[in-house]
């Protein structure tokens, strides 16, 4: 398939986990996609995964925490791929403590890298996508936006703002023919979930020691043998940014392999 022959993407996160794999995913389909992302060994990493379709492919530093960066990201996206078709918000950190324990400054964390920075990110890039060829946005929200997981209060707080601020954008942006939706994750293996990912916007969740794991025993995927790959997320979101997903706007898909029935 060459859904992206032609198409200009922008994906946050692009240096570990899902949004590496969108990026690969994308550029695999022949699009022209700016990875971004806070760590330069992320982006190397991406580009050396990229093998042959390289020369498609732009990395650009951005952390979607800081609104100068934003700015200097989005522009320095835009000029680079002459215009905006898709923007993928896959960007985050994953945090968990006894929420007893949670202090401010770690919940405000949260909510300023993924809601916050995923309208910053959006804010930005609209002027681009209001003048873009069928253009898309796939925001990420997360099962925990709407199923209780444990220790992740602040967390379910910022994916279930993305979610609705998605809802708002798609109604609100319409007229302007760009389409907003948002994946939901869950039992999905990645640099977030496993604490293996080399971007500081994807670390690991880090329970706390003496967490009650049987609170977890609802949250296995009754499909396959255990947590899928990223690259099961990034098929989707493609599908998603993609003409195939062209009326497809103002709601959300759960990718979680029937965790959640």
Do not use: C, W
Not at 77 to 84: C, I, K, R
């Amino acid at each position: 398939m060459n859904r992206y022959e032609g198409r200009r993407a922008l994906v946050t996160g692009g240096g570990s986990g899902i949004g590496q794999a969108t990026v690969l995913r994308m550029l695999a389909e022949g699009g022209a996609v700016v990875a971004a992302d806070v760590s330069e060994d992320g982006l190397r990493d991406t580009v050396a995964k990229a093998g042959a379709h390289a020369g498609r492919l732009t990395t650009q530093i951005m952390d979607i925490a800081d609104e100068a960066s934003v700015r200097e990201g989005v522009a320095a996206a835009t000029a680079a791929l002459g215009g905006l078709d898709v923007l993928v918000n896959a960007a985050g950190i994953l945090r968990s403590s006894h929420t007893h324990e949670t202090s401010l400054a770690s919940f405000t964390k949260i909510l300023q890298v993924n809601l916050v920075g995923t309208f910053l990110v959006i804010r930005e890039a609209l002027p681009a996508l209001r003048a873009g060829h069928g253009p898309a946005v796939v925001n990420f929200s997360s099962t925990s936006a709407q199923f209780a997981h444990p220790y992740m209060a602040a967390y379910a707080a910022s994916k279930g703002g993305i979610q609705s601020m998605t809802h708002a954008l798609a109604s609100e942006y319409a007229k302007d023919g760009i389409r907003f939706t948002a994946v939901q994750p869950g039992s999905i293996s990645s640099g977030m979930t496993d604490a293996s990912g080399a971007s500081r916007q994807s670390a690991g969740p880090g329970l706390p020691a003496d967490a009650d794991m049987s609170l977890f025993a609802k949250l296995s995927p009754a499909l396959g043998e255990g947590f899928a790959g990223p690259e099961t997320v990034a098929s989707v979101v493609a599908m998603l940014a993609s003409e195939d997903g062209a009326f497809v706007t103002g709601t959300e898909i759960r990718i979680d392999g029937g965790t959640h029935f």
